[in-house]
């Protein structure tokens, strides 16, 4: 592992989401994931996604949600905390031209880097309040839902064509590949790690033909189609 220190924190204002700037650039491209921990907090490292590398500022951005032992304690963070870091792991997601994206909460982040670097169709996101929705709300043409309006439904009413890259939670993730009949279904699936390296088997997923896969090491994406979601949830 290596270390870095937070360049700047920026927090939504009901605290649902938090974005953190970390000083360096890695090499990492959308997709790409870092195993992290926090100084000293006695949790093991959790895996989180880029939301951007900014190579001009010398920067990588994370976005978090507080949900548990490290999201909660990172509210505390200040500038200066030092983290650990392992990566970046895991694969790329491929540039697929012109596909359209579908992100549910902390999901925004790898699809976020996606969207920056190489562009979309369309691109919705489902967010639960109106302080994360003005928060996330930085880039073009964001269709936003907030609240019970599931992000899938307004996916679905527009009638969509083409190939879709989702990330979110599982059921989200589960409803688009076998609901969704426009194209091919992408998913970045967001499994409990341990290693990150393929190492611990820990973050197994089921696919279709009965191959047994593993997030950190052969996604975090899969065609939807293939993956054994009764298996999965
Ligand atoms: C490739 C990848 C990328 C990710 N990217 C991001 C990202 O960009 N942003 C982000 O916010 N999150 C991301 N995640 C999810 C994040 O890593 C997890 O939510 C992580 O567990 C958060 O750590 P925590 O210590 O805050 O929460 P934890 O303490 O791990 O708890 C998280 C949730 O799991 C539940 N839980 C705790 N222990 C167990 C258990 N033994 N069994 C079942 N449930 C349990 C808790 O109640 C809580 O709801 C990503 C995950 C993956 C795999
Ligand atoms: S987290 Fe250990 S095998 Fe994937």
């Known amino acids: 592992m290596f270390k870095s220190k937070i360049k700047w924190i920026k927090k939504s204002e009901n605290e649902a989401l938090i974005l953190i700037a970390l000083d360096g650039t890695f090499g990492s491209l959308p997709g790409q994931f870092f195993m992290m921990k926090s100084g000293d907090f006695p949790v093991i490292p959790r895996p989180f996604s880029v939301y951007f590398e900014d190579e001009i500022r010398g920067e990588t951005l994370f976005l978090l949600k507080p949900r548990g032992l490290l999201t909660e304690e990172a509210l505390s963070w200040q500038i200066g905390h030092e983290l650990k870091l392992k990566g970046p792991l895991g694969n790329p997601i491929p540039v697929i031209e012109g596909a359209n994206l579908v992100a549910g909460g902390s999901g925004y982040a790898p699809l976020h880097f996606y969207g920056s670097k190489y562009g979309y169709k369309?691109?919705?996101?489902?967010?639960?309040?109106?302080?994360?929705?003005?928060?996330?709300n930085n880039l073009?043409?964001?269709?936003?839902t907030c609240g019970p309006l599931v992000v899938t439904e307004r996916f679905f009413q527009d009638n969509n064509e083409g190939a879709v890259i989702a990330c979110g939670p599982t059921p989200m993730l589960q409803h688009l590949s076998e609901q969704y009949h426009g194209g091919s279904v992408y998913v970045s699936i967001e499994e409990r790690m341990a290693c990150g390296t393929g190492m611990c088997e820990g973050c197994a997923v089921k696919l279709k033909s009965g191959e047994i896969k593993f997030v950190c090491k052969d996604g975090p994406l899969f065609d939807g189609k293939e993956v054994d979601w009764q298996w999965l949830t």
């Open 122 to 136: 369309n691109f919705y996101l489902g967010t639960t309040s109106k302080e994360e929705a003005d928060f996330l």
């Open 140 to 144: 073009p043409n964001l269709k936003i």
